[in-house]
């Protein structure tokens, strides 16, 4: 095997998966066999299954109703991550037994560098071999090892059971579909952008990395930056990790020590709120965390927990509230603290620059900052009126307008229809940049300069090939759509007679065409532009612009 390098965009990484973990935490504390059907609910969908319930057709993301109809004898238990992370305390210390340096990415996922043991092991293949031996003599576990250059790619091989050659990550990638970027955080991708990558034709992985990465971020922004470099097999981020202050390291006397979780959450929330706190004032955030105990005995504690994502207060506490429960309720037989805490720490063990963390201005509680923005809002309110400060609430609709609600500050900001709702007819992504204070008439003309229109089953007349606004004219050099809306169509179907207040209001027909100009003949510098366009009335407006 080519022996194993390291390169600051692509570290070498060994990863340990353990298969629907949140299932077999379950049972090693209900006490039911592997081979028991069961699934872990949250919000009545399920969260991971036994392989036994797949057999029966239950499946990740399914309403528990139909669940339990397709497996009628289902064991369920809810989601529950003290839970998940307290009996995988348990595999951690079996791994760390024969390797320093293991980063909880989550409960079921370690990493490690993959240098270290391959040297002591005989080589990676041999290291991954012997330590998923280790876990299962051990604990009794299943885990999958994988290998890789950059994380995500070894992610991606553990859930494979694959080992890629040293540089080969990009090769290995590039096959896969564009559907394994979910494994990424949440944080860092959402579904959209998945489903958008399909509608242009973009399937694979590979298809994804070969796009020009200027380019993803002008269309797509930020957020797919980070999944077009985990889908080329580069670090999510650029390696500009930072070493980080002695001085950022936070500590807590607990007098009298705690053996209770319960009773260290509060003080494990007081710590996260001040490290956060010190991070912001230097700019920085946290990406790979260290916690630390001291028993009144005298015993050290010490776990690190790598963040795919850059920590937030909230996701500090949890992490410092699991590894508690996981030092404190571990099964009898198995090693604990002799005594209570009396000190507790957090270190960030890597940071990087503020701007790696892209938070909510408004729902982001990164410290003080945040709440002297919240204070100025509040001010500006009791001076001038509660709608003088007003937040953007993204709902659902058809037009981009009517997915915009403004609701005062300090109310609710929940929107009245969840954005993933359907909506029959709505404009597909992305959405228009720049949208005016009002619509502009536009005409679109055909090859042979004469209208385009609509037919009564809302076909085009004829493939636009000219726009004319404000008495410029441009060629079209692509166009997609249309996209037909019929609006209170049943209007129409009522009987003659008076009429309620809700009927009054008319029906509406429109249809939307995006179409891409060539640049104006008259400005050598301008460039192409998208427009978004309506037909309504029986005439051509324009409504947004692509930028």
Not at 29 to 48: M, Q, S, T
Not at 462 to 481: I, K, L, N
Not at 483 to 490: I, L, Q, S
Request: net charge negative.
């Amino acid at each position: 095997m080519t022996p194993a390098t390291d390169t600051p965009d692509r570290p070498r990484r060994l990863v340990l998966w353990c298969p629907d973990w949140p299932v077999v935490a379950a049972a090693q504390e209900g006490g039911f066999g592997p081979l028991v059907p069961a699934a872990v609910f949250a919000a009545n969908r399920v969260v991971a299954c036994s392989a036994t319930a797949r057999e029966a057709g239950v499946r990740r993301g399914m309403r528990r109703r139909e669940a339990q109809g397709r497996c009628p004898e289902l064991l369920v238990r809810e989601h529950d991550p003290a839970r998940d992370a307290r009996c995988f305390e348990r595999v951690v210390l079996a791994v760390e037994a024969l390797v320093p340096g293991v980063e909880v990415v989550r409960p079921g996922l370690l990493a490690m560098p993959v240098k270290g043991p391959a040297r002591y092991f005989g080589g990676e293949e041999s290291a991954a071999e012997r330590l998923v031996d280790e876990v299962e003599a051990r604990i009794g576990v299943e885990c999958l090892p994988g290998v890789a250059d950059g994380f995500f790619a070894a992610v991606l091989a553990a859930r494979r059971g694959a080992v890629v050659e040293p540089g080969g990550s990009a090769e290995f990638l590039a096959p896969l579909g564009v559907e394994e970027l979910d494994q990424l955080p949440a944080h860092e991708v959402d579904g959209g952008l998945v489903d958008l990558l399909r509608r242009l034709g973009i399937g694979t992985l590979g298809g994804f990395a070969a796009l020009p990465a200027a380019d993803v971020l002008t269309r797509f922004g930020a957020v797919a930056l980070v999944a077009h470099r985990a889908a080329a097999g580069l670090e999510e981020r650029p390696a500009l990790r930072r070493e980080p202050p002695p001085d950022l390291a936070v500590t807590e006397q607990l007098d009298p020590p705690v053996e209770r979780v319960d009773a260290a959450a509060f003080a494990a929330k007081v710590l996260a709120d001040r490290l956060h706190a010190e991070l912001a004032e230097r700019g920085l955030a946290c990406t790979r965390l260290a916690i630390s105990a001291r028993t009144e005995n005298g015993e050290e504690l010490r776990r690190v927990w790598r963040c795919a994502d850059p920590l937030t207060p909230a996701a500090t506490a949890d992490r410092v509230r699991w590894q508690l429960d996981g030092w404190l309720n571990s099964r009898r037989g198995e090693p604990r603290p002799t005594a209570g805490i009396s000190v507790l720490g957090l270190f960030p063990d890597e940071v990087v620059g503020a701007g790696s963390l892209q938070l909510d201005l408004l729902d982001a509680a990164t410290g003080e900052a945040d709440a002297r923005a919240g204070r100025a809002f509040a001010r500006v309110q009791g001076m001038l009126g509660p709608d003088a400060v007003l937040t953007p609430v993204l709902g659902g609709g058809r037009d981009q307008r009517d997915r915009v609600r403004f609701v005062r500050w300090g109310d609710e900001r929940r929107p009245a229809l969840e954005p993933e709702h359907p909506w029959p007819g709505r404009l597909p992504a992305p959405s228009p940049s720049v949208l005016p204070e009002s619509p502009w008439p536009v005409d679109v003309l055909d090859a042979e300069g004469a209208p385009v229109g609509f037919t009564e089953r809302h076909r085009l007349t004829a493939a636009p090939h000219r726009v004319v606004a404000g008495g410029r004219s441009r060629e079209v050099t692509g166009w997609a759509g249309p996209w037909p809306v019929a609006e209170r169509w049943w209007v129409e179907l009522l009987a003659v007679g008076e009429l309620t207040p809700a009927s009054q209001v008319p029906p509406r027909s429109v249809a939307r065409v995006q179409v891409v100009l060539a640049p104006d003949a008259a400005d050598p510098e301008a460039d192409e532009v998208a427009l978004l366009l309506v037909h309504e009335g029986e005439r051509w407006w324009g409504h947004g612009a692509y930028r």
